[in-house]
Nanobody
Framework: QVQLVESGGGLVQPGGSLRLSCTAS????????MSWYLQTPGKERELVAS????????YLADSVKGRFTVSRDNAKRMIYLQMNSLKPEDTAVYYC??????????????WGQGIQVTVSS
């Protein structure tokens, strides 16, 4: 059974930093792309960052460029979201998502349970 587990969330003051981690287990061949999404009450999940597990392809949403970085450790099957210069509007539940592409068919998508990040003084 594939599991994605996030950690590292919590309460931080504006201007502070947090590092989210996501570990994937139960999938022997790993994911192709791993991503971070955020969701605020009443809104759809939105993509924050993505990273391919092979190669150097990465994506960051405009709202977090210059403040967040996404990285991976393939040996540990983990990805990270380093969040610096946090703002109150970054407050959300952050989700880790793993995507495994299937030749000729839809991808298999997996979600973590989400972790709360609160930016407040």
């Amino acid at each position: 059974q594939v599991q994605l587990v996030e950690s590292g969330g919590g309460l931080v003051q504006p201007g502070g930093s947090l590092r989210l981690s996501c570990t994937a287990s139960g999938f022997p061949f790993g994911m192709d792309v791993m991503s971070w999404y955020l969701q605020t009450p009443g809104k759809e999940r939105e993509l924050v960052a993505s990273i391919a597990t092979v190669g150097s392809s990465r994506y960051l949403a405009d709202s977090v460029k210059g403040r967040f970085t996404v990285s991976r450790d393939n040996a540990k099957r983990m990805i990270y979201l380093q969040m610096n210069s946090l703002k109150p509007e970054d407050t959300a539940v952050y989700y880790c998502k793993g995507i495994k592409f299937n030749t000729g068919g839809p991808s298999d998508d997996y979600w973590g349970q989400g972790i709360q990040v609160t930016v407040s003084s």
